[in-house]
């Protein structure tokens, strides 16, 4: 089994409700974001840009890629950060984690997240306290991957909704887009959602920074619009001007 998931950038219209849900679901922290949208073709954030003498904004969402030759992985220390033997997928043990940020550094993505202490509680209504996200902790073969109390000091990212997809569901951001741009699968399942979605596209699908030999199992498909761009591109370029 090998998850994966595919988001079909002719679909996705830059709501970022797959960044507001999956920030919900997964009770994280403020400041912390596992999916975020950026604006293809710049740096800045929402910015469109002149493509044939006419203003197009177009969009790409990023969160960790689970690569296959995970840099992250390599790079911890304690063998916090691991992939799941059964579903491929990378995922960080928070009792484990020292926080050492060493696979933030190692990541080429830009996706993990340090969680810098106890998160703030949110004030609900007649001054009780507002609890959101999945509501219980969840633990892979004894790693503790989810917890909707996170410990303070610890790195975080996308876990193609681990919770769920051990009872068989879609991860979060999968089910809430409302352009249906997000397909989720098992790669090795020739059935699967993602596989027959895949091998019936009309467009080559293809992965970030293939440079980085990270193999990712997160796969595009470009516009029909316009020639997509690398997002990671854009920001090298910016910071070698």
């Known amino acids: ?49 002149k493509v044939d003498d006419q203003l197009r904004m177009e969009f790409v969402p990023i969160s960790c890629q689970h690569c296959t030759n995970a840099p992250c992985v390599t790079a911890c220390p304690t063998q916090a950060s691991y992939v799941d033997a059964d579903t491929g997928t990378v995922l960080v043990d928070y009792e484990r984690c020292i926080g050492c940020r060493m696979c933030a550094s190692a990541c080429p ?7 810098w202490g106890k998160p703030a509680q949110m004030a609900g209504l007649d001054d009780t306290v507002y609890a959101y996200g999945y509501p219980r902790e969840y633990r892979d ?22 919770q769920l997809t051990s009872q068989g569901l879609d991860p979060a951001c999968c089910t809430a887009c409302p352009g249906n741009a997000r397909i989720f699968g098992d790669m090795d399942d020739a059935d699967s959602a993602i596989r027959t979605y895949l091998d019936g596209a009309d467009r080559e699908p293809f992965t970030l920074g293939d440079e980085y030999h990270t193999e990712p199992n997160v796969f595009y498909l470009a516009s029909h619009e316009v020639s ?5 591109e854009d920001a090298a370029d910016e910071k070698g001007a």
Not at 228 to 232: A, R
């Open 109 to 115: 993505y830009g996706v993990r997240q340090y969680n």
């Open 228 to 232: 997509q761009v690398n997002p990671l």
């Open 141 to 162: 073969d004894g790693h503790l991957v989810y917890a909707p109390e996170r410990p303070e000091g610890v790195m975080e990212k996308c876990t193609f909704c681990a």
């Open 1 to 49: 089994m090998r998850y994966a998931m595919a988001i079909d950038l002719d679909r996705c219209i830059g709501c970022r409700t797959c960044a507001v849900v999956c920030k919900n679901f997964n009770a994280q922290p403020q400041g912390i974001w596992w999916n975020r949208v950026f604006t293809s073709g710049t740096p800045e954030y929402d910015v469109a840009v």
